[in-house]
């Protein structure tokens, strides 16, 4: 039988898992939409090429002065947020925002990007794009930083999720955590039901928003723009299971 959670609100700054949940499930519809604009363009690897070891590939550079301008204007003040190229970024020019101090400061640095960047650009890129060189660059990159974000966004925000379910169960988690013992943090934070939801969910949003929409109801539905499979796989292989170690990462220092 599944384990049920207790949702109480009292410690969290009214955060609970319903509504952490619920903005996993918001998140979902960013994360689709934005594979369905990258998906627009082909692969374009000239992008992605590096002229030697040491230059950065166009992506890379784009990505990183994205950050760098971004920064400037507090969006790696929140906790939601971690970036790609932590390294040199630059100081604000705007007053910082106080953001609420859910998370435990150990767990907050937890920032596993370098993995979501390899996998995006060796494995999830080249099963939802057709292959070839449209030479729209700027763009394609523009829509490789809205994926890149949103995956990000997604998966670190396991310390959130780990942090209420902390909260809900401090005894439990508080065993596992002394004993540093991962593989029960990871037993105790899964739920194959939701997961099993989850996959469904993901296929059937990206089969509605993907879809040909004409004001004739007599015209075919073409195919989707990104195939429903690959986003539920997407979801199965990568996401979901980073999300999980992100949650294990957080818990294992929660009581730093
Ligand atoms: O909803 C949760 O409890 C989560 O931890 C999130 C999530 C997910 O990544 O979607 C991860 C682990 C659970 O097994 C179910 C779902």
């Given at each position: 039988?599944?384990?049920?959670?207790?949702?109480?609100?009292?410690?969290?700054?009214?955060?609970?898992?319903?509504?952490?949940?619920?903005?996993?499930?918001?998140?979902?519809d960013?994360i689709i939409f934005?594979l369905?604009?990258?998906?627009?363009?082909?692969?374009?690897?000239?992008?992605?090429?590096?002229?030697?070891?040491?230059?950065?590939?166009?992506?890379?550079?784009?990505?990183?002065?994205?950050?760098?301008?971004?920064?400037?204007?507090?969006?790696?003040?929140?906790?939601?947020?971690?970036?790609?190229?932590?390294?040199?970024?630059?100081?604000?020019?705007?007053?910082?925002?106080?953001?609420?101090?859910?998370?435990?400061?150990?767990?907050?640095?937890?920032?596993?990007?370098?993995?979501?960047?390899?996998?995006?650009?060796?494995?999830?890129?080249?099963?939802?794009?057709?292959?070839?060189?449209?030479?729209?660059?700027?763009?394609?990159?523009?829509?490789?930083?809205?994926?890149?974000?949103?995956?990000?966004?997604?998966?670190?925000?396991?310390?959130?999720?780990?942090?209420?379910?902390?909260?809900?169960?401090?005894?439990?988690?508080?065993?596992?955590?002394?004993?540093?013992?991962?593989?029960?943090?990871?037993?105790?934070?899964?739920?194959?039901?939701?997961?099993?939801?989850?996959?469904?969910?993901?296929?059937?949003k990206a089969?509605?928003f993907?879809?040909?929409?004409?004001?004739?109801?007599?015209?075919?539905?073409?195919?989707?723009?990104?195939?429903?499979?690959?986003?539920?796989?997407?979801?199965?292989?990568?996401?979901?299971?980073?999300?999980?170690?992100?949650?294990?990462?957080?818990?294992?220092?929660?009581?730093?």
């Amino acid at each position: 039988m599944e384990k049920v959670a207790n949702t109480s609100d009292s410690d969290n700054n009214g955060l609970t898992l319903e509504s952490v949940r619920q903005s996993l499930i918001r998140q979902e519809d960013t994360i689709i939409f934005s594979l369905i604009e990258r998906a627009k363009y082909p692969f374009n690897s000239p992008l992605y090429d590096h002229d030697s070891l040491v230059s950065p590939s166009m992506v890379e550079s784009i990505v990183k002065d994205s950050e760098a301008l971004q920064a400037k204007f507090g969006r790696y003040e929140s906790p939601e947020e971690n970036p790609f190229f932590p390294d040199s970024l630059p100081p604000l020019v705007v007053p910082p925002h106080n953001y609420p101090q859910i998370l435990h400061p150990s767990g907050a640095s937890i920032n596993i990007n370098k993995t979501i960047w390899d996998i995006y650009f060796k494995q999830l890129l080249p099963l939802f794009v057709p292959k070839g060189d449209d030479g729209n660059y700027v763009p394609t990159a523009a829509c490789d930083l809205q994926c890149l974000q949103a995956l990000s966004r997604r998966i670190h925000y396991g310390k959130f999720v780990a942090e209420v379910k902390f909260i809900d169960a401090p005894e439990d988690y508080g065993q596992a955590i002394r004993a540093q013992d991962k593989d029960t943090l990871m037993k105790l934070l899964t739920f194959v039901s939701v997961e099993e939801m989850v996959k469904r969910r993901v296929a059937k949003k990206a089969m509605i928003f993907g879809q040909e929409v004409s004001l004739n109801d007599d015209d075919k539905k073409g195919k989707c723009k990104v195939d429903p499979s690959v986003v539920s796989c997407l979801y199965d292989k990568w996401v979901m299971p980073l999300t999980k170690l992100v949650e294990v990462e957080y818990l294992l220092c929660r009581l730093d």
